[in-house]
């Protein structure tokens, strides 16, 4: 088994590394770290949780050193972009802890936190700048901050940042980054679009892939269990009861859908926070202290705000509401089964989320167990509709208030990628167009949730499919429809 020494580490990078209980590398960072330190560009493919901050943070760190020079006053030497605050947090205690032998110095710049702070940190220059697109941006429109000096560029979550709409953003700051310059990009999966962006940004890379594209975690066991969406709360409350032991997370696709069902699980009497995109930095950095501690067992969370999470306790990953989009899968369920530990991925679906679940299952290339209810006999693991169709004028109660597909319940306009604005966990809506944020009002199993609703039915896949009729734009409580979020207000 090769050893860190075989890779071309300096000295004081190993005893560094030894001192943080490193042993052995990774398959990511065996592949990366000497094409780094050789100066190549590089493409890494490989799954969140397998050591990518120091496959490249690492050698980056290294070539800082061997280079003496001291950066400018508002300038940076490295720039690494990351999608989330809570990522760009992680990213930064890496490596700090891997500079600590040195006078490096690292600053990060994110949405929610404090601007004054931050441009007291950049006034003295840094030798790497962790930050978001958004928050970047702000700093250079502002001239507190000088990018063009950086000789280093690093993306990570590349696919994350593209499904965010942060395209335009990693354009502009790219144009901006110093020249000649050595640029990495990391991504967990290779949608089309990353293949683009990389021929963009890229000079001749290496491409290092550690594990196939949209694969997951091999020592993750994932299952299914089918439930009408009124009963998804009390399902999901039973199981997380038999197991309360467990640190569990749990996946809601908005920011509305997480508060809703945190309200339910608590007052079924368990212990559980949540994080999203309207919670403050300090609001989200208490709850995953919360949650890392054990002080509370239950953390729900959208999967914007759940990108950075890296905590090795967590044995369950729940997915309450199938994510739009298939890669989103592979990122939420490689919260669990970290550093070498066993997993439990368990989604509940619905009946109009079978699309969504063959199209999870084409990307990893792994049927999933099914179970009809918590403690139900397993149904096989072949594919196809689990549910028949919904009868015309039939209300599938979900109580979320979503709009059929193609409207987008808040006047027609979208979140604009320009925006830097998460597209599914903004304004309660999905990628092909979600309701109002206030929805029908129904609660989680309330005989409610059941009430008839107008016809509004179309064809899917040849067959006929009833949709809510979404609550009226004006509705109570849909105050911030209207309202246009700009990169501040995302918090990105």
């Given amino acids: 088994m090769i050893q860190f020494e075989a890779l071309g580490l300096s000295p004081a990078i190993l005893k560094s590394i030894a001192a943080l209980g490193y042993e ?41 050193s061997e280079d003496r020079s001291r950066p400018a006053p508002r300038s940076t030497r490295a720039l690494i972009l990351a999608p989330t605050r809570e990522l760009a947090n992680q990213i930064a205690d890496n490596l700090r802890s891997y500079v600590k032998r040195t006078q490096m110095r690292v600053a990060i710049v994110v949405g929610g936190a404090s601007m004054r702070n931050q441009i007291r940190e950049l006034e003295r220059g ?6 978001t697109p ?96 009124a009963g998804k709360a009390a399902v999901l409350t039973e199981m997380l009861k038999r197991d309360e032991k467990n640190l569990s997370l749990v996946f809601s696709r908005t920011k509305h859908g997480a508060e809703k069902l945190l309200k339910h699980l608590l007052a079924a009497g368990l212990t559980a926070t949540s994080i999203h995109g309207n919670k403050s930095q300090g609001q989200r950095e208490r ?87 918590p403690g139900g006999r397993p149904q096989g693991r072949s594919s196809g509709a689990e549910f028949e169709p919904v009868e015309m004028g039939a209300r599938r109660g979900n109580g979320r208030g979503d709009a059929p597909r193609g409207g987008n319940g808040n006047g027609g306009r979208r979140n604009g990628p320009h925006q830097g604005a998460p597209r599914h966990e903004g304004q309660g809506e999905s990628r092909r167009g979600g309701g109002n944020r206030n929805g029908s009002g129904a609660r989680f199993g309330s005989p409610d949730a059941a009430a008839p609703a107008a016809k509004t039915g179309e064809k899917r896949q040849g067959k006929q499919f009833a949709h809510r009729a979404s609550a009226p734009a004006g509705a109570p409580g849909d105050k911030r429809q209207n309202r246009r979020p700009g990169r501040r207000a995302a918090g990105f």
């Fill in 134 to 229: 958004g928050r970047l941006l702000d700093h250079i429109e502002s001239k507190t901050a000088n990018i063009t000096t950086a000789k280093f560029l690093v993306l990570d979550e590349a696919d994350q940042m593209l499904d965010l709409g942060f395209i335009h953003a990693l354009r502009t700051i790219a144009k901006m980054v110093g020249t000649p310059r050595q640029t990495m990009l990391f991504s967990a999966t290779m949608p089309k679009q990353i293949e683009a962006l990389s021929r963009t940004f890229l000079t001749d890379p290496v491409r290092v892939e550690a594990t196939p594209a949209g694969s997951t975690a091999e020592r993750v066991n994932q299952s299914v269990h089918f439930v009408q969406q």
């Fill in 24 to 64: 052995t590398p990774t398959p990511i960072q065996e592949k990366a770290i000497p094409s780094l330190l050789e100066g190549r560009d590089l493409m890494g493919l490989a799954q969140t949780g397998t050591g990518k901050t120091a496959a490249f943070g690492l050698p980056l760190v290294q070539k800082l």
């Fill in 287 to 373: 709850a995953i202290r919360q949650f890392r501690s054990g002080e509370v067992r239950v953390l729900v969370a959208t999967d914007v705000a759940a990108r950075g999470i890296d905590i090795p306790g967590v044995s369950h990953v729940y997915n309450f509401d199938l994510p739009q989009v298939a890669e989103s899968y592979v990122h939420r369920i490689g919260r669990t089964a970290r550093a070498g530990a066993s997993g439990e991925a368990i989604s509940l679906c619905a009946p109009d989320e079978n699309n969504l679940l063959r199209s999870i299952e084409r990307l990893t290339n792994i049927p999933m167990e099914r179970l009809n209810a």
């Fill in 126 to 131: 840094v030798d790497i700048l962790v930050a």
